[in-house]
């Protein structure tokens, strides 16, 4: 499924007037035909029910005025109050507002005291909420009588159903600058968008349906429309299937460069994640100083131990011929887990990366090695994949992490094309944004995976795919699997969580992914 930007779902609906002959009327019409179903599935029915529907004055308030109407045919009692000037309605909610009117429904302004102190009891005294206050358009700070409505249902703590989006959450961003609607369950109209899906928006959603509300799905499904949702549907596309004539050699030759003194654990899950994703080999290179104790905890992986020149971290030109031959063994370089940031490691990955031409992964202190310099990046001999935590993204681009969360969409897709690199930027919705401009949203993952070495284990399985299947497409499966394996871990641990569980989860979910 598409995520469309706002202006993208303006061009839809435009598209669907002036190329299909569908009014605006008409889809306002099936927004709220839509919108009181999810109420009535909200609140298990709602005959005999108090609703409380606040509308604005545009078209999101059109499609609450609109299902105002179906709530009463059905039987529920409404209080209907207007969050906006009636003399700014659009068109077509000017339209359903005075249906509403001469079917004798009053609709109470909010201009005065009284005015707020019936809204006040009105929700105080209501079985649920329809919010239709504020549509996708909504940008910036909230005019002061908005943001006390939003205040006055969040403090009704009623069950609340939001139109398209929780008024206050900015659609293209997920921004929240003050305060916005916290509903219980959001109708998402024609296509998601960012902000169902980005933090701090995604958490007052609730959880969320799409609804088309009869739009052509050519429309829908525009390739000019460059962000889509990684799902079921997605992943069971991806997944390779596997030749009765496959052998180890066929499914994947895999290096992993990964540990240092300390944290030999973030290579010891990267490598053995590899092989839990299906790759046929994983060989682990690692200080020769901790190679012993890598031969002792890994039995399926390989371990090839490095000549050092400081004891326990990589470093030095004859670790560099070293690694630059074995690679050229191997189908696909996993480069970064637990390496640490000593300069003379920091020096070895950007000389390693520049020289070696394979499908490549980069993760946690490789890419800290490219802090000072990003724009070298670009220069390598392939496209490489960087799997940086948000942290870690920000740092890469000099920016704080707060200001890069403001524009997170916009700011890594012009990176990717930028850096000439695929970006697998890890938070609480992963993101995977390609060079064109293609950008993909998980669906998958949960509070639990936020753990150590749980970016190890997502580093692991993407390099893991690299050779069964286009190497350019495995970060995506890569991401789907690791999240997936997370939430069938979370269902089992909960909180108690730890990497190894989501590393142990890997072969269930791609079973189940392969029964679809």
Request: proline share 5%.
């Amino acid at each position: 499924m598409k995520v469309s930007l706002v202006r993208e779902m303006r061009r839809i609906d435009q598209a669907a007037a002036e190329r299909y002959g569908l009014p605006e009327l008409l889809l306002m019409e099936n927004a709220g035909h839509r919108a009181a179903e999810q109420m009535a599935a909200l609140m298990h029915g709602v005959k005999g029910k108090t609703i409380c529907i606040l509308s604005g004055s545009g078209n999101n308030g059109g499609d609450a005025l609109a299902a105002a109407r179906h709530l009463f045919n059905q039987g529920a009692r409404l209080k209907l109050f207007l969050a906006g000037n009636p003399d700014h309605f659009t068109e077509s909610a000017a339209g359903m507002y005075q249906v509403l009117q001469k079917m004798g429904l009053d609709i109470h302004r909010l201009e005065c005291d009284r005015d707020w102190d019936r809204l006040h009891f009105a929700l105080k005294l209501a079985d649920g909420v329809l919010d239709g206050i504020l549509g996708t358009g909504f940008t910036g700070e909230l005019r002061k009588p908005t943001l006390r409505v939003i205040e006055e249902i969040n403090a009704a703590g009623k069950p609340v159903l939001s139109i398209d989006i929780p008024s206050g959450v900015e659609a293209d961003t997920g921004r929240v600058l003050s305060v916005a609607v916290r509903a219980d369950r959001t109708l998402v109209l024609g296509l998601p968008k960012p902000g169902h899906l980005l933090s701090p928006g995604a958490e007052y959603c609730g959880s969320w349906t799409v609804d088309d509300i009869g739009l052509p799905s050519p429309l829908l499904e525009e390739e000019q429309i460059h962000q889509a949702l990684l799902d079921d549907e997605m992943a069971s596309l991806l997944l390779p299937v596997r030749a009765r004539s496959a052998h180890k050699g066929t499914c994947g030759r895999i290096l992993v460069i990964a540990g240092s003194r300390g944290m030999t654990g973030a290579a010891a899950l990267a490598a053995s994640s590899a092989l839990r994703a299906g790759a046929g080999i994983v060989t682990l290179a690692v200080p020769e100083s901790l190679h012993d104790l890598m031969e002792i905890k890994l039995t399926e992986v390989m371990t090839r131990p490095i000549p050092e020149q400081t004891p326990g971290i990589f470093g030095g030109e004859a670790a560099l011929a070293a690694l630059l031959s074995l690679a050229s063994e191997y189908d696909a370089v996993l480069i970064g887990p637990g390496l640490g940031r000593a300069e003379e490691t920091m020096e070895l990955v950007r000389f390693f990366v520049a020289k070696v031409n394979k499908p490549l992964v980069l993760d946690a202190d490789a890419i800290y090695a490219f802090r000072s310099c990003p724009d070298d990046l670009s220069a390598l001999p392939q496209i490489p994949v960087l799997t940086p935590h948000i942290g870690e993204m920000a740092g890469l681009l000099g920016v704080p992490v707060p200001e890069l969360r403001e524009s997170l969409l916009p700011v890594v897709r012009d990176a990717a094309a930028e850096y000439q690199s695929v970006l697998v930027v890890k938070s609480e919705c992963t993101i995977v944004a390609y060079p064109d401009g293609d950008v993909f949203f998980t669906t998958k993952g949960n509070p639990g995976m936020a753990t150590a070495g749980s970016g190890d284990v997502l580093a692991g399985t993407i390099a893991g795919l690299m050779k069964q299947m286009k190497s350019a497409l495995a970060p995506l499966l890569g991401v789907y699997l690791h999240g997936a394996a997370g939430d069938l871990a979370y269902e089992r641990k909960g909180e108690a969580l730890i990497a190894s569980d989501i590393r142990e989860a890997l072969p269930e979910v791609r079973v189940s992914l392969q029964k679809r």
